[in-house]
Structure formats: C-alpha cells, structure tokens
C-alpha cells in the first residue's frame, strides 16, 4: 500500500476538455510536490505547495493543497495535447525528510 | 548546463552479472539520490546521499550499493543481478533533501535476462 494514492492511474480526454488529478494520504504532509514525466525523460518539476489551503497557478494548470495537508489536486483547464504525461505527486513529511511518491496519474490529451 | 546525467541510457544483463550505473551533476548539489520506477508503483528510493563521504538507505535498498567520493558522482552499483531488478532507474539531485524539488536525470532501462 502507498503512502500517496493517485487517482485515476489513466486519463484519455479530448483537446480542449478540462481534467482534475487527485493525490491523497492519511498522513500529513509538511510539502507536496508534482512533477510531469513525458516518455523516456525524467520527471520534471512543476510545483511545491507547503500551506494548507495553498493554491497555486502555472498557466493552465491549478494545484491546491487540502486544508489539512494530507491531499492535494491538479487542475488542468483546456488541455492541450502537449499537456500529455505521467504527472506525480510527491510529499515531504518534515524538513529534511525524505520524498515519497505516488503511483502517478497517465494523461493522454487527444487532438 | 548539463543539470544530471546518466550514463548508460539502456543496459541488457544477465544474471549474476554485476555493472554499475553512473550518475553525474554540475549544480552543486548536496543531496543526491537513486530512485527505480516500476509500472504503477511510481518512484522508489533505493539510496540517498546528503554530501560526499555520506550515504543511507531508501525503502529498497537490497542488491545496490552506492557511494560518494566527489560531490558531482553517485554511481549505482548492482552487484549480481537478479530479473526483479529489470526497470527503469533514476538519478535525482537538490540542494536539500528534496525540498525545493529534484532534479532528475533522463534515466537508465535495464533488463535483467
């Protein structure tokens, strides 16, 4: 059993559709991370929330930390075929603590 | 700037044969890492290093050793490889265990015969 599930492992949507990535635990977590991974490359941060409540927006994409910093989503708003990957979520339980990761989500954004 | 770099990118082994993963950074990063990727079961931490001279152990660490000579260098070592060690494996880097995000190698594929 993971510390962080993902939800849904597989994503296929239409250009232009919108499409929210889940990642959830019963722990709390001081930071949660996502990163998009494209095929044959390693994963690529995208962004790090630390309060609960947090939201953050990187063009089209909306993260958000719950309240009680043990979840968080990922928005994406009329997503664009380039928007297609492996997005991972990864929380950090304290300061110098080590990461732990989700299974990932795969988003496969058809033209 | 180069950021991490892998070497190999693939790898085809047999059994018992033993072969080493090479992984190098030019960001001056204290903290590295090794991490293997399995379908579904997202990253994995095998080992960290927090600085040169200082390494430990992930969540599954056993048929790896690893070291830490130089800042920049943390090879990977399979000493007698076994199929259950057939995946993707990456190397990561920051200037803090992780914190402000890792940055990540390109990565090797390694089958295991």
């Known amino acids: 059993t993971q510390l962080l599930e993902q939800s849904p492992q597989f994503l296929s949507i239409q250009e232009g559709e919108n499409l929210t990535v889940y990642c959830n635990s019963s722990s709390v977590f001081s930071s949660l991370q996502w990163y998009r991974q494209e095929p044959g490359e390693g994963p690529v941060l995208l962004v790090t929330?630390?309060?609960?409540?947090e939201v953050k927006k990187l063009k089209r994409l909306t993260f958000q930390f719950g309240d009680a910093r043990k979840d968080s989503s990922l928005h994406i708003t009329a997503a664009q075929p380039g928007d297609t990957g492996l997005y991972l979520c990864?929380?950090?339980?304290?300061?110098?603590?080590?990461?732990?990761f989700g299974g990932g989500t795969r988003v496969l954004v058809k033209p | 700037n180069a950021g991490v770099t892998q070497t190999p990118k693939f790898q085809v082994l047999k059994t018992g044969q033993s072969m080493t993963l090479q992984c190098a950074q030019d960001m001056n990063h204290e903290y590295m890492s090794w991490y293997r990727q399995d379908p579904g079961m997202g990253l994995r931490l095998i080992h960290y290093?927090?600085?040169?001279?200082?390494?430990d152990q992930g969540e599954v660490p056993n048929g790896y050793n690893v070291s830490r000579s130089t800042t920049e260098d943390f090879p990977l070592r399979l000493l007698s490889a076994a199929p259950s060690q057939t995946s993707v494996y990456f190397c990561a880097s920051s200037y803090s265990m992780g914190e402000g995000g890792l940055f990540f190698g390109s990565g090797t594929q390694l089958s295991v015969l």
């Open positions: 990864a929380g950090g339980k304290a300061a110098g603590n080590k990461l732990t």
């Open positions: 929330v630390v309060t609960g409540g």
């Open positions: 290093s927090v600085g040169a001279g200082i390494t």
